[in-house]
């Protein structure tokens, strides 16, 4: 059993030299950044009641990013002083991530692996699946994975897009075929997960939502932000039940 999807694989496998290019086909990716990173470093900093400042409250927490592609959220937590462990099933994202994270002198474990193939005893305080349960061939073996590897007392989140007519019309219609901002054919609208779908499989998993919340663009100010409207793009926080 695996939760690889090679057809899913072989397109970000085929844009990785572009993970790093903040105007090429990632820049969606890089523009959707500071909103995600802003929501987990509020979830985790209050889920672990941590105090001091915010370059070092992530300090001695072993976080797995899953999916990390190129490390776009591995390389920022890690700067925060997170203990970062990125994998991927794409060899060629691993290798851009490595050699990225390396010229920013920065200590993260990169792996090309998927979450089944890791080793259970090795355990994680945050787990992050950031874009990419749309993407996986088996979402329950997915979250049962996460589940062996996250602490008794860890935090996790996903995020994901949901199936509508308006994400239909703005993540498919919009991003990829009018403004360009994504590859066309980089979503498959039919493997979204509506916000009920996901916490299913999440409670079948002994998972239980903390919070779930909205991430919002806005084309005034080109910026994102943490809305209840949950109609395209969301985010759930998870710990185990």
Known sequence: MTTINKEEIQKFSN???????????????????????????????????????????????????????????????????????????????IKVASLHSKKNNLKIRYLNKSPEQLDEFEKFDVILNLEIVEHVEDVSLYINSCYKLLKPRGIMFTATINRTLISYIKAIIGAEYVLRWLPIGTHDWNK??????????????????????????????????????????????????
Request: hydrophobic share 35%.
């Open 15 to 93: 844009l990785a030299e572009e993970w790093w290019d903040v105007n090429g086909k990632f820049k969606p990716l890089h523009m959707f950044n500071p909103i995600r990173i802003e929501y987990i470093t509020q979830k985790i900093k209050h889920h672990f009641e941590i105090l001091g400042n915010k370059e070092s409250f992530l300090e001695n927490l072993n976080i797995l990013d899953i999916g990390c592609g190129g490390g776009l959220m591995s390389e920022p937590l890690s700067r925060l002083g997170g203990k970062v462990t990125g994998i991927d099933a794409s060899e060629k994202n």
């Open 192 to 241: 979204f997960l509506k916000p009920e779908e996901l916490e299913k499989y999440l409670l079948e998993n002994k998972f239980k939502t903390i919070d779930i919340k909205g991430l919002e663009f806005n084309p005034l100010n080109r910026k994102w932000k943490q809305s209840a409207n949950l109609s395209v793009n969301y985010i759930i926080c998870n710990t185990k039940v």
